[in-house]
Structure formats: structure tokens, C-alpha cells
């Protein structure tokens, strides 16, 4: 399992690979993949996690399809509950201003979504509807503590 593990990451370190250029389909199994590695990254792996990290914030960039985006904050949310929290059981083994950099990186991808403004094409086999996105959107804000301070400044431009 750890080779494979460490073979994926390093197929999607290349500078050839960049999700958000590829088809919808793609994208998908891409958030797939890195709930797969989120699972696998094991303690074994803690010196490769913020090359992860920066990974998926450059693949999840600019993520526009509405079934992708509610994946795309599940991830999010997982990502920051872990590593981004008080509870974060890898705070003093990776360097702190690294994650810093990463956990507001993160909060930017976020940011773009804030407000919510969806409607579902009348033809649509998808039910997603923008209080689904919103509610995603808001889980993933209350995801990790270190947002507080940049939510603040987000809802004060409002």
C-alpha cells in the first residue's frame, strides 16, 4: 500500500498534471484519488504532507461544476479538520509557516465561493441546490479555527 501511495503523489507532483485543465469526469476521479491519499498518508509519510496539501489547492483551483464543488469542500473540510485545527496531531512535526501558507491558500479557494450564487439549470438530472453548496461552503468555514481571522475580513468588506 505505501507504494502505491507514494506512486500517486509523485504522478500528480509532475508538472505535467493539471486537473483543472482536464474534462469534468476527470476532475472527479481526481477528488477521488485525493480522498484516497488523504486516508493513506500516513505518519510514515508527515514530511510529504505539504507537498500534498499544495497539490490538491493547485488541482481544486478555480473548480466550477456544482456536483465537483460540493466534493470539493468535502475534501476541504477533511483536509482542515486535520491538519488545519487545535486538534491537530501534526503540528510540531511539519514547519509552521509552510502550513500557514497552506491553510491560507485554502482559505482563498474558499473565499471565491462566498456568497453562493447558484441556480440549477431547469433541465438537470442533478438535485444540487444552492442551500447544498452554502451548507458545504459554511461546513468548510467552521472547519478549522486558524479561518476565523480571515473570515472576519471577508464579512467586514461585505
Known sequence: ??????KILDSFSTDNFNVPAY?????????LIFEFLLENLEEFYLKRIPEYLQIVVDAIDGEKDPRNILKMFALISKICKRYFSDNCKYE?????DKMENLCKSFFDTL??????EFTQPKNSPDKITSSDLSDALNNCFASSDLFMEYLIEVLQGQ
Not at 500500500?1 to 507514494?6: A, G, K, R, Y
Not at 474534462?23 to 477528488?31: G, Q
Open 1 to 6: 500500500m505505501n507504494e502505491i501511495v507514494v
Open 23 to 31: 474534462p469534468l469526469e476527470i476532475r472527479n476521479y481526481s477528488y
Open 92 to 96: 510540531d512535526s511539519i514547519n509552521n
Open 111 to 116: 473565499e471565491i465561493y462566498y456568497p453562493i
